[in-house]
């Protein structure tokens, strides 16, 4: 057993999708910072590491501004009770810009580690986005999708191919 309760470890979850699901609908966020210890390390496959909490603000504003209003589904979740952390099957998504219902997305497997006071002091974002990415967001923006500006932020690890 870790050092936390489950239940204390599925209270910061709740509230993490809470804040995650309102930057979404917002196009703020900001807040999704917060969610972290000030000496949070974050791991982004794509992006690179990120130390702190305004390292991690700065790239999230930045990385959400073409389309800040994408969302993340989750499709499972498992409980790492030893180490007091959560690995969540997501999909990113971006919803149709005409057709109610219909959804573009892409899968990405994120590791956050709970520290306590409802912060969260890891994040682990696992994706290919030179792959899945480009093709997600090409069909949405093929099919009337707007993006808000041109990327702010580029990717330093690229995995191009599939298998």
């Given at each position: 057993?870790?050092?936390?309760?489950?239940?204390?470890?599925?209270?910061?979850?709740?509230?993490?999708?809470?804040?995650?699901?309102?930057?979404?609908?917002?196009?703020?966020?900001?807040?999704?910072?917060?969610?972290?210890?000030?000496?949070?390390?974050?791991?982004?496959?794509?992006?690179?590491?990120?130390?702190?909490?305004?390292?991690?603000?700065?790239?999230?504003?930045?990385?959400?501004?073409?389309?800040?209003?994408?969302?993340?589904?989750?499709?499972?979740?498992?409980?790492?009770?030893?180490?007091?952390?959560?690995?969540?099957?997501?999909?990113?998504?971006?919803?149709?810009?005409?057709?109610?219902?219909?959804?573009?997305?892409?899968?990405?497997?994120?590791?956050?580690?709970?520290?306590?006071?409802g912060l969260f002091s890891s994040e682990e974002d696992t994706y290919n986005p030179a792959r899945?990415?480009?093709?997600?967001?090409?069909?949405?923006?093929?099919?009337?999708?707007?993006?808000?500006?041109?990327?702010?932020?580029?990717?330093?690890?690229?995995?191009?191919?599939?298998?």
């Open positions: 057993m870790g050092q936390f309760s489950r239940a204390e470890v599925q209270r910061a979850l709740e509230n993490y999708n809470k804040v995650v699901d309102t930057c979404s609908e917002t196009g703020d966020w900001s807040p999704f910072a917060d969610l972290f210890t000030e000496d949070v390390h974050y791991v982004e496959h794509a992006y690179g590491i990120l130390e702190g909490r305004e390292a991690v603000r700065r790239w999230i504003i930045d990385v959400m501004a073409p389309f800040p209003q994408m969302r993340f589904e989750h499709d499972w979740i498992a409980f790492d009770d030893d180490n007091d952390a959560v690995v969540i099957g997501i999909n990113n998504v971006l919803d149709h810009p005409t057709e109610p219902g219909v959804k573009f997305g892409f899968p990405n497997v994120t590791r956050i580690v709970y520290a306590g006071n899945d990415a480009a093709r997600v967001i090409g069909a949405w923006i093929r099919a009337g999708g707007t993006m808000l500006c041109a990327p702010k932020v580029t990717m330093k690890h690229i995995v191009l191919g599939g298998a």
